[in-house]
C-alpha cells in the first residue's frame, strides 16, 4: 500500500508540473503532498505494528491509516482529472 501511495504521488507531482491551469497544479500539488504525509505516516504504524505484534490498538490505527490513504490517492486521482480537463 505504502509504495502504491508513492507512486502516485509521483504521478500527481509529474501531472502537476505539466499543467497549464495554475489553480489545478497547486491542488494537485497539495493533494500529492497530503497524499505522501499519510504514506509516511502508514509505513511507520506498519513497522510499529510489526514490532509491537498483534493487538487491537495497532490493528485499528493500521486499517485507519488505510483508509486514510485510500481516500487521499482518490483526492489526487480527482485532481488529477481534472488538470488534464484543463
Known amino acids: 500500500m505504502v509504495s502504491d501511495g508513492q ?3 509521483k504521478f ?3 501531472l ?3 499543467c497549464l491551469d495554475g489553480r489545478c497544479s497547486t491542488e494537485l500539488l497539495r493533494a500529492a503532498e497530503h497524499t ?10 506498519a513497522r ?9 490498538a495497532s490493528s485499528e490505527l493500521l ?3 488505510v483508509q486514510n490513504l485510500i481516500q487521499a490517492v482518490q483526492h489526487v486521482l480527482r485532481a488529477a482529472e481534472v488538470a488534464c480537463v484543463k
Open 16 to 18: 502537476a508540473k505539466h
Open 12 to 14: 500527481g507531482n509529474i
Open 7 to 9: 507512486a502516485v504521488v
Open 48 to 56: 510499529v505494528k510489526a514490532v509491537t505484534g498483534e493487538n487491537k
Open 36 to 45: 505522501q504525509s499519510i504514506s509516511s505516516q502508514l509505513s511507520i504504524v
Open 63 to 65: 486499517l485507519s491509516n
